[in-house]
């Protein structure tokens, strides 16, 4: 016979059983699942995108346009994919059908622009070709950079190469590129209001898309540079430099000054660092502004 506890013991196991199963214990079993609906996967095709600098602005790829644009963001439809160095080509799944193909501006080299949507039929024949341009003056030449300023530009015979940071840059160009030739007009020991008053002469002589400034080194050695008194004519000097470039409707990048190996000789205290510093956040100011 069982005990008090144990009858209500079992009821309550009992009850407990009854509500997991709702009305009770059933011969039916439980009640069947739904299957959920398959959503249909959308049909894509491989298509193949290349990004190019279109020097003429006729939308075109011409024979002659050899240069490539890498990191370029191509959207298509649903799709994005990134164009690779050299070749500034891109391989993606497109969904079918009609699509907006875009790219991203901020994915483009400074200055570049990125071309119109278009609108792409998918599947499509061939290779989609992606106009790329850049803004430049008349008779200026796209792909051609000038290197301007004293010896770090030059080049000295006992450093490297002797040519400065010129051909390291210029093969880093073409390997990204596909193109790319830097000019050199570097002189030694020249200041940077020097360069320019002679800038205009060197941008008429070598007509590049890019010039490239780095100047200001030198002005160390000028009482009118000295720590205590900057800024100096280093920045109105950039600043010169940066609104003849523009006025000619090319492209200006700027160096910063490059700090010294304290030590080496009596021309590298380490206040000299300090004086590059200095020098520095003036000539970024000037960068950001012009």
């Keep these: 016979m069982k005990s008090r506890f144990e009858r209500r013991l079992g009821v309550v196991l009992l009850t407990g059983f009854a509500a997991a199963c709702g009305n009770g214990i059933s011969s039916t079993g439980p009640s069947a699942v739904a299957t959920p609906t398959a959503t249909p996967s959308v049909p894509s095709s491989s298509v193949t995108f290349v990004a190019f600098l279109d020097e003429n602005g006729n939308g075109t790829l011409d024979s002659s346009e050899q240069t490539r644009i890498p990191n370029a963001e191509v959207v298509a439809g649903s799709a994005k994919g990134t164009t690779a160095s050299l070749t500034g080509q891109v391989t993606m799944q497109v969904p079918q059908g009609s699509q907006t193909v875009t790219v991203t501006a901020g994915s483009l080299p400074p200055f570049y622009r990125p071309p ?47 040519n400065g940071y010129r051909l390291l840059l210029q093969a880093k160009l073409r390997s990204y590129f596909g193109t790319g030739t830097t000019f050199n007009e570097g002189i030694d020991a020249t200041r940077s209001d020097a360069g320019a008053a ?11 898309a890019f010039t490239l400034i780095f100047y200001g080194v030198n002005d160390y050695n000028d009482t009118a540079c000295f720590l205590e008194r900057l800024p100096c004519f280093t920045t109105s000097s ?53």
Excluded: K
């Design 116 to 162: 119109a949507s278009v609108t792409l039929s998918v599947p499509a024949s061939g290779t989609v070709n992606l106009p790329i341009t850049l803004p430049l003056g008349s008779g200026l030449r796209p792909n051609v950079y000038m290197a301007f300023g004293d010896s770090i530009t030059n080049g000295e015979p006992e450093v490297g190469d002797g």
């Design 198 to 208: 002679r800038l205009g002469a060197s941008l008429n002589r070598v007509q590049p």
């Design 238 to 290: 950039i600043r010169s430099m940066i609104q003849q470039v523009n006025a000619r409707g090319g492209h200006a990048f700027v160096a910063t000054i490059t700090p010294v190996n304290v030590g080496y000789d009596d021309r590298a205290p380490a206040s000299r660092n300090d004086w590059a510093a200095q020098q520095n956040v003036y000539i970024r100011q000037v960068a950001d502004q012009d």
